[in-house]
């Protein structure tokens, strides 16, 4: 009796595992095909259950990157918080940990106003200071006011790279070169890896440089392999491409020992070949440069 009890257990789990599984699967459907809505009620109704199943790290992933395409930032940081809280030794853990850090700069830039006499549901103004505290639900967070910290002339610089770390390293050499040729630039704050590709990371550096009253957006793409590229694309505010610059190499057997560095010899070339814009509409410098 005792066993058919166990065994009568264990296949209700499995059902239970099954159905988790199915609904998951259902979630990322709606979500490929653009019903983000419905992607939502699968995960939020997976979530609420009281036997999630052993995908609930996938669930909050899936659920927080819905969240950051609509630029839902607090929902977003509460979804993927828990998740590395309660799954931190978790792959989908490990895949958006470093996003936690831009989310909540976001998050911060984003904050209410301290007063406003009219304000619906549908909008946000950002403004100077701490974040307010965040709503029980947090309400989601529409395109922010491109008046806020007007900064003219300054392109916020960012990266994107098969080899994440670097991607940031180079990124960094040519904000410096840019720099000490009068360029206005900054780095940009949101360092977030390829989640879903370069695309998600343009997102938020478009996102961050309105906030910042930015005129536009350096971005740089590369791959540091065997044959590597560094591609730089400058974009105004509303993510259209004002020019793009690409150069190409390959590496040697010899320097297949350092396959995931940067090709320093390659920066060097994308640094000659940014130089003749600098000083035009391409790379303005900065007013007091």
């Known amino acids: ?3 058919r009890t166990v065994l009568w257990c264990l296949a209700l ?17 709606f979500y490929l095909s653009g019903d983000r809505p419905a992607a939502r009620s699968e995960l939020r109704e997976l979530l ?7 995908d609930r790290a996938a669930v909050l992933q899936l659920l927080g990157q819905l969240e950051v395409d609509e630029r839902n930032w607090q929902a977003a940081l509460d979804a993927w918080s828990e998740l590395t809280d309660e799954h ?5 853990a ?22 406003s006499p009219v304000q619906t549901g549908t909008e946000r103004i950002a403004t100077e200071g701490p974040a307010a505290a965040a709503p029980a639900v947090p309400a989601p967070t529409p395109a922010p006011s491109r008046t806020v910290a007007p ?3 300054l392109l916020l610089v960012g990266a994107w790279g098969a080899e994440y770390d670097a991607a940031q390293e180079a990124v960094g050499g040519l ?8 360029v206005g630039v900054r780095a940009a704050s949101t360092e977030v890896p390829a989640i879903r590709g370069p695309e998600a990371v343009l997102s ?21 392999d065997f044959r590597e590229y560094v591609e730089i694309t400058r974009y105004d505010l509303d993510g259209n491409q004002i020019w793009r610059d690409k150069t190409t190499g390959s590496r040697s057997l010899k320097e297949s020992r350092y396959r995931g560095k940067p090709s320093w010899s390659l920066v060097e070339r994308v640094k000659t070949r940014l130089s003749k814009r600098i000083g035009t509409p391409d790379l303005p410098t900065a007013p007091d440069g």
């Open 1 to 3: 009796m005792r066993r």
């Open 13 to 29: 789990c499995w059902l239970t595992s099954q159905a988790s599984a199915a609904t998951l699967e259902r979630a990322r459907e």
């Open 48 to 54: 609420a259950s009281d036997e999630p199943g052993p």
């Open 88 to 92: 931190a030794l978790s792959p989908e």
């Open 94 to 115: 490990t895949a958006i940990s470093p996003a936690i850090r831009p989310l909540q700069a976001l998050v911060e830039c984003a904050c209410e106003p301290a007063a």
């Open 151 to 153: 900064a003219p002339g």
């Open 175 to 182: 904000i410096e070169f840019l720099e000490s040729a009068g």
């Open 204 to 224: 938020y550096l478009l996102e961050e440089a309105q906030l910042a009253g930015a005129d536009g957006v350096l971005f740089m793409k590369s791959r540091f």
